[in-house]
């Protein structure tokens, strides 16, 4: 079985290329409850790092924030956020298993 370390140096060696990238998934989540300086403080806990104040970067994965109008039930304002996450697949599972209890909220 090739690992995909040789795949890669295989490729590299036949046309040249130093490295292959492989296309980020995309992946658009909005989200309620949690404002969106604490949504940006959780993801330089992952690692991320603020490249300004709505876009968070790491090696393997970009997330975007865009503020919403707030969610409205009668008189009650809720904020929202719409999340553009791009990963590489091969680090999704891993960055949502993390995000996931980061964000995780107890109703009562």
């Known amino acids: 079985m090739y690992s995909s370390r040789k795949i890669r140096s295989t490729f590299s060696r036949l046309w040249g290329a130093d490295s292959v990238t492989v296309p980020r998934k ?3 989540r909005e989200m309620r409850g949690i404002p969106h300086f604490l949504l940006c ?3 330089v806990e ?5 490249v300004s104040a709505d876009v968070i970067e ?3 994965w970009r997330v975007t924030l865009e503020k919403m109008e ?11 956020n719409r999340l553009t996450i791009e990963v590489d697949p091969a ?5 949502f298993k993390v995000f996931s209890i980061k ?4 109703g009562g």
Request: charged share 20%; proline share 6%.
């Open 26 to 28: 995309i992946i658009i």
């Open 41 to 43: 403080e959780y993801l």
């Open 46 to 50: 992952m690692g991320g790092m603020a």
């Open 58 to 60: 790491a090696p393997h």
């Open 70 to 80: 707030p969610f409205r039930i009668g008189s009650l304002a809720v904020g929202q």
């Open 91 to 95: 680090e999704e599972e891993s960055f």
């Open 103 to 106: 964000t995780f909220r107890a």
